[in-house]
Every structure is written in structure tokens, then in C-alpha cells.
């Protein structure tokens, strides 16, 4: 493994070789120096090296290039990079940083607390018996926000499906072709209706449903999905491919009804 990470001769190793490679193979040595850091001597040295080592063959004065051997140790070291900004911003950043919960009981600040998903909202209570936890940073009366941070564990969370009832267009008869039992059948066990085009949103409101939201029913529907909603989108017809685009880009489960 390539660790460019683990002291500065190699860092600047790798930052001329990725110097070299943009530029090739017309190279200046002045201008990777001013871009590294480092003295053009310095420049000259470490791309004697790499010539040595086969990662960068010279072609000409002031031309060089990159070897195969250059592009795989450039790819190794990237990964070396990449995994140490991902265990950065993951783990350490992600443990420090500071999110709202809806705070069930009164909590104080500095205190534990237990996280959870209910009806789609972050929630937090004192204690730490859930399978994840973190620190309170604020105090917070029962019903209120509270700041929280240092991250420990994971949440649990069952995702939730999106069930698509389709209206007929107004040229095939709209909301007058959908009964209002089968609006309510569809809706009945959801958590959330939300509904796109003039047709749907009249048969839910036939079947006295009023729908949430009736715009970008298709990104909310799958938002709500994946915070553990159970969804039902009426759609019409014609808007039924916009919902289920969104659906399938994020991943989310969902099935079609007729109406």
C-alpha cells in the first residue's frame, strides 16, 4: 500500500507526480515548484527519482511523461487519500458534528441520550439503552429541539414503500372514473398521501383525503420512504413516470396500482 499520508516526502512525491500528468509532457519545473511549494532544485531531484523508479519516463529537455507504472502508483495513492478524507469526514467529523432531534422528555445539556426515528423525524430521550446514542448540547423542554453530537452506534431504521395509484386523465373520464373506496383502500394504512396533477388531487379530496404535498410528489414520496414512511402517491396517468423515475433513482420499493 502507498501511504502518501505518512510523511511529507511522500505527499510531495505524489503531489509532483499528479504535477507531471496534468502537464505532460511539456513540464515546468518553475511552475510545479511555485504550485508544490517547494524550490525548482527540489523539483528536479524528485523527478530524478521518479525517472529511477520508472514512474515517469524523460522524453526530450523539459519533457517527461508518466509510465504505467506512474498511473497505478497514482492510483494507489489516491485510494490511500480518498480512505483517509472518507475515515476523516465519516468517523471524526461525523462524530463532531451537531444535528436537531426532537427531544421526548426534558433533557439537559451534556447529557446522554437514546436516538430514533418516529414518524419520519429524529427524536432523542435521556438514556442510554438505544442501539444508538450521542450528547446532548443543548438543554430542551419535552417537545422542543435539541442539539446533539458525538455519535456512537447505529440507528435502526426499517424503510418504508411507496404504493402508486394512477387517476385517469381528464380526457379519460379523471377523477370521475376512480370511485372514492378505491382512493381510501389505497390510503388507508399509509403515512403519508401525497398526490400529483389536478385529476389525483380531486379524488383524494372526493374521498375527503387531503394530500400533503402536490409538488415533487415523487422526491418527497421517496424521501419519506427511506426515513421509514409508508407512502401512497395518487398520481395521474400521465405523471405516474415522473413518480416512479424518482423512486427508482433513489432506490426506494414501490408498486403501481389501477385505478
Not at 480518498?82 to 471524526?92: I, L, N, S
Amino acid at each position: 500500500m502507498v501511504d502518501v499520508l505518512d510523511n511529507k516526502r511522500a505527499a510531495t512525491r505524489f503531489r509532483i507526480l499528479v504535477q507531471i500528468a496534468e502537464r505532460q509532457p511539456a513540464v515546468s519545473q518553475g511552475e510545479i515548484a511555485e504550485e508544490v511549494g517547494v524550490t525548482s532544485q527540489a523539483v528536479s531531484e524528485y523527478i530524478r527519482e521518479l525517472v529511477d523508479d520508472g514512474l515517469v519516463e524523460k522524453e526530450g529537455r523539459s519533457r517527461y511523461r508518466v509510465t504505467r507504472e506512474g498511473v497505478d502508483w497514482l492510483f494507489r495513492a489516491a485510494d490511500d487519500v480518498r480512505r483517509f478524507a472518507d475515515h476523516v469526514t465519516g468517523d471524526v467529523l461525523g462524530a463532531m458534528s451537531e444535528d436537531a432531534y426532537i427531544a421526548t422528555d426534558d433533557i439537559e445539556e451534556g447529557e446522554t441520550v437514546s436516538l430514533f426515528l418516529e414518524d419520519g423525524l429524529l427524536h432523542a430521550k435521556p438514556g442510554s439503552e438505544g442501539p444508538a446514542t450521542g450528547i446532548a448540547t443543548t438543554d430542551a423542554e419535552a417537545g422542543t429541539d435539541v442539539g446533539v453530537t458525538s455519535f456512537e452506534g447505529v440507528m435502526e431504521l426499517e424503510p418504508g414503500s411507496v404504493t402508486v395509484l394512477q387517476v385517469p386523465t381528464v380526457r379519460a373520464g379523471g377523477s370521475r372514473s376512480i370511485t372514492a373506496e378505491t382512493v381510501t383502500d389505497a390510503c388507508t394504512d399509509a403515512d403519508l398521501v401525497v398526490a400529483t396533477g389536478v385529476e389525483a388531487v380531486v379524488a383524494c379530496r372526493e374521498a375527503d383525503i387531503e394530500p400533503a404535498v402536490a409538488f415533487a410528489v415523487g422526491e418527497v414520496a421517496a424521501d419519506a420512504a427511506e426515513h421509514g414512511l409508508d407512502v401512497t402517491a395518487v398520481a395521474t396517468t400521465d405523471a405516474v413516470g415522473r413518480v416512479t423515475d424518482a423512486l427508482r433513482d433513489a432506490d426506494v420499493s414501490y408498486e403501481v396500482l389501477e385505478g
